[in-house]
């Protein structure tokens, strides 16, 4: 029996997935992450621990990149008002 032929569509999927807030938002990254080293800190086996660790790690990462975000977001916005003003 073959596979039927599945159709993506972005544009119905982009609707269906709106940003939730606090995928910008530094302070929410860094607490779950912090929430993951308490959990790593519980594992039984060193390498559950270290996989919740680079868990961790990893949330530290989106925490910088959502900072970077809002910067350059904050620029963007920056720029635009200069130039209207002029």
Same mark, same amino acid.
Request: hydrophobic letters at 40%; a negative charge; one cysteine or more.
């Given at each position: 029996m073959p596979f039927p032929e599945l159709q993506y569509r972005p544009e119905e999927s982009a609707r269906s997935m709106p940003n939730p807030p606090h995928f910008n938002n530094p302070e929410h990254w860094? +607490? /779950? #992450?912090? @929430? &993951? /080293? &308490?959990? #790593?800190? +519980?594992? *039984? %086996? @060193? /390498? %559950?621990r270290k996989l919740m660790l680079k868990i961790a790690d990893d949330y !530290? !990462?989106? #925490? &910088? *990149? =959502? =900072? %970077?975000?809002s910067i350059d977001q904050l620029f963007v916005r920056r720029i635009i008002n200069e130039t209207k003003e002029s």
């Open positions: 860094h +607490q /779950r #992450a912090e @929430e &993951v /080293r &308490v959990l #790593a800190e +519980q594992m *039984n %086996t @060193e /390498r %559950t !530290d !990462d989106l #925490a &910088v *990149n =959502a =900072a %970077t975000c």
